[in-house]
């Protein structure tokens, strides 16, 4: 059986993920996204589960920094599920002062908090399951949760199916070390961190190199390196399986236009995205044009 680390504590949006990409397996929560992907670095872990973007808030932004520092680590699989909250409190509570949760289902819930528990104060906690823990121990009033949260907590129901924004997503990444890559499928995604230079021109020479091969981008996100001000790495997401010749050679130009360039991972979709191939993009095109300058090279002409 794997072990599997995931962004805990029992009852977050991210164990229902583990449970959908990892169904079976030994599952250890972790206190925060760093400590989940630290687990797999250690070999605690064998593979971790960490929210990675959401369709109202964006980038998980603890997620990006981790996977770009300390020892790299490659996403093998993706998991998309519906993201709507319910509201717990203590057995007995009648005013609500407080509402804690993490500050992704805050930001979710923020009309519903105003229309429905006015004058309430939000507090962020490291996760919503936290602040069920929190809630719990008398430490708030209110939490919003997963709806499996109460199955793990001794709180009562105060409202179910609660989202500011109808069929709000989140993405959750299923991370290892490297090693053997999953199939392609024909239905990919293939993720990259690179830290482009501070000049003039330079994040649009990496996304040209997608575009003239017709490579679709699917996320491009940007976080400061922390080192020198206005110096940024910017995460890229696109369409395709390292494994295809046409991704292989964008994966070689973006090298070589940036050494500082991690591959991230290529792994199924979730998404039921398809792949639109642009004329001359396909990868019989790149294997056919690199036969065809091999026969020029030996002197032929086909
Ligand atoms: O805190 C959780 O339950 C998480 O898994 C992170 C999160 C928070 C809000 C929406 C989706 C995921």
Not at 99 to 112: D, E, F, I, Y
Request: glycine share 6%; aromatic share 6%; charged share 20%.
């Amino acid at each position: 059986m794997s072990r599997i680390a995931y962004f805990g504590p029992q009852g977050t949006f991210t164990e229902q993920a583990a449970r959908r990409l990892a169904p079976g397996e030994e599952l250890i929560p972790a206190e925060t996204i760093p400590a989940a992907l630290a687990a797999v670095r250690s070999g605690a872990a064998d593979a971790a589960c960490v929210p990675i973007e959401n369709s109202v808030e964006g980038a998980v932004t603890a997620t990006l920094d981790s996977l770009s520092e300390a020892e790299p680590l490659v996403a093998v699989a993706e998991a998309l599920l519906p993201v709507h909250f319910s509201v717990l409190t203590r057995p007995g509570t009648t005013e609500i002062r407080t509402v804690a949760s993490h500050p992704h289902a805050l930001a979710q819930v923020r009309h519903w908090v105003e229309a429905n528990l006015p004058g309430a104060h939000p507090v962020a906690t490291s996760s919503t399951a936290a602040a069920a823990v929190a809630v719990d121990a008398g430490e708030f009033d209110a939490a919003v949760t997963a709806p499996v949260a109460v199955e793990h907590y001794p709180l009562e129901v105060l409202a179910t199916e609660v989202a500011d924004v109808r069929d709000a997503k989140t993405r959750f990444l299923l991370v290892r070390a490297p090693g053997e890559l999953p199939a392609p499928t024909g239905a990919d995604r293939t993720s990259i961190v690179a830290a482009a230079t501070n000049r003039t021109g330079a994040l649009a020479e990496l996304l040209t190199e997608l575009a003239v091969r017709g490579i679709n981008l699917t996320k491009l996100d940007a976080r400061p390196t922390r080192n020198n001000f206005g110096e940024y790495r910017f995460f890229i997401d696109f369409e395709g399986h390292v494994a295809e010749p046409r991704i292989g050679d964008v994966l070689a130009a973006l090298r070589r236009r940036c050494r500082n360039v991690r591959f991230l991972g290529s792994h199924p979709r979730a998404d039921n995205g398809t792949t639109e191939i642009e004329p001359g993009a396909a990868n019989e095109d790149f294997t056919d044009a690199i036969a065809w300058v091999e026969s020029v090279r030996k002197g032929a002409q086909a």
